[in-house]
Every structure is written in structure tokens, then in C-alpha cells.
């Protein structure tokens, strides 16, 4: 599958948005999607996941309550809508597929459980 990312922009500390991630070439309902994100000069972080079907959300603790995803495999879509942006959530946001379920969670995802990425979108939240 190869996925797109959309939606990133500048907004103000906050706001909301709204990240699409968009798959093709596949049966996208056959993948559990994930977000990360990665900050200037940081690593790339988990922010949150949706297992195929849908059926298991998943989020990083320190986004929890502030971030929602949902998918409409009818669409080849993943969404993370994210609410009272801070300026420390300016970051690109990748999407990330993995056929099939995930294993036991334990808090967070590292990048080596996911087998294709899509581009990135940047979000940069202003003061």
C-alpha cells in the first residue's frame, strides 16, 4: 500500500486540525495505520493508531484526550483530528501501515513495527 499524507499547516496554539492519511494500491482495511511525528533535531515519536477494522485505538500518553483517530476504509482513510494544539506538537506528522494486527502495547510503537511510510506533512503551531 502507499500512503498520503494531508492537512498539515500553520496554525495558532489552540486550534484544532485535522490530518488525513490517504492509502492505495491495496485493500487498505487489510492495514492497521499509525501517526508519528518528528520535531527538529528529534527523534520520530508515536502519536496514535488505529488497528484494521478499527476495532483498537491507541495513543501516545502525552496526547491522549487531545488527539482522536478514526478511519473510513471506505475512503482509503485514516484521520487524527487534533484539538488545543500546542506549540510543542509543531512537527511533520508521517502515516505509517502495517498488515494486520498489532502485538500487545505497551504505551507506544517504535517506527520498526510499521513496513511503509507516506511523505509527511508539516504542522507548525505559532504562540
Known amino acids: 500500500v502507499q500512503l498520503q499524507a494531508f492537512g498539515g499547516g500553520v496554525v495558532q496554539a489552540g486550534d484544532s486540525l485535522r490530518l488525513s492519511c490517504v492509502g492505495s494500491?491495496?485493500?487498505?482495511?487489510?492495514?492497521?495505520i499509525g501517526w508519528f511525528r518528528q520535531a527538529p533535531g528529534k527523534e520520530r515519536e508515536f502519536v496514535a493508531a488505529?488497528?484494521?477494522?478499527?476495532?483498537?485505538?491507541y495513543y501516545q500518553r502525552s496526547v491522549k484526550g487531545r488527539i482522536s483517530i478514526s478511519r473510513d476504509d471506505a475512503k482509503n482513510t485514516v484521520a487524527v483530528e487534533m484539538n488545543n494544539l500546542k506549540v510543542e506538537d509543531t512537527a511533520v506528522y508521517y502515516c505509517?501501515?502495517?498488515?494486520?494486527?498489532?502485538?500487545?502495547?505497551?504505551?507506544?510503537?517504535?517506527?520498526?513495527?510499521?513496513?511503509?511510510w507516506g511523505q509527511g506533512t508539516l504542522v507548525t503551531v505559532s504562540s
Open positions: 505509517a501501515a502495517r498488515k494486520g494486527v498489532f502485538g500487545e502495547y505497551s504505551g507506544s510503537f517504535s517506527t520498526n513495527e510499521f513496513e511503509t
Open positions: 488505529i488497528s484494521s477494522g478499527g476495532s483498537s485505538l
Open positions: 494500491g491495496d485493500t487498505f482495511s487489510y492495514y492497521s
